[in-house]
């Protein structure tokens, strides 16, 4: 095929020069971004969930908890330090470790935490 009819029908005489190596290499970097994506994923899902029930949010918890501000005061405090918290989740109690961080959105926390009325 002549490099006119390449460019005719769509290719182009650099595409034939992709190799065998060239494809794994991609396939390797598609295999490490779902990779990412997935541990992204895994800590999305193990982190704070509607209705998770905080019984310690790092110093915080049930015997000395007096308002959201308690909270509040913690995250402040612990800015890109990583924080203990406990949470009961559908009976279960899980352990969490969250890392407050400035992103784009209000807080540090990237979530509502709201009281509990019981």
Same mark, same amino acid.
């Given at each position: 095929?002549?490099?006119k009819?390449?460019?005719?029908?769509?290719?182009?005489?650099?595409?034939?020069?992709?190799?065998?190596?060239? /494809?794994?290499?991609? /396939?390797?970097?598609? +295999? +490490?971004? +779902?990779?990412?994506?997935?541990?992204?994923?895994?800590?999305? +899902?193990?982190?704070?969930?509607?209705?998770?029930? /905080?019984?310690?949010?790092? *110093?915080?918890?049930?015997?000395?908890?007096?308002?959201?501000q308690?909270?509040? *005061?913690?995250?402040?405090h612990?800015?890109?330090?990583?924080?203990?918290?406990?949470?009961?989740?559908?009976?279960?109690?899980?352990?969490?470790?969250?890392?407050?961080?400035?992103?784009?959105?209000?807080?540090?926390?990237?979530?509502? /935490?709201?009281?509990?009325?019981?």
């Amino acid at each position: 095929m002549s490099e006119k009819e390449g460019r005719q029908s769509g290719s182009s005489p650099q595409a034939s020069a992709v190799t065998v190596s060239d /494809i794994q290499e991609l /396939i390797r970097r598609k +295999e +490490e971004i +779902e990779a990412q994506i997935k541990a992204n994923y895994d800590v999305l +899902e193990s982190g704070l969930q509607v209705d998770d029930e /905080i019984v310690e949010f790092g *110093s915080v918890n049930t015997h000395n908890f007096q308002s959201l501000q308690n909270i509040g *005061s913690v995250v402040q405090h612990s800015e890109g330090k990583p924080l203990n918290v406990t949470v009961n989740r559908r009976g279960e109690k899980h352990q969490l470790r969250l890392v407050p961080t400035r992103w784009a959105g209000r807080g540090l926390l990237g979530c509502n /935490i709201v009281p509990l009325q019981r």
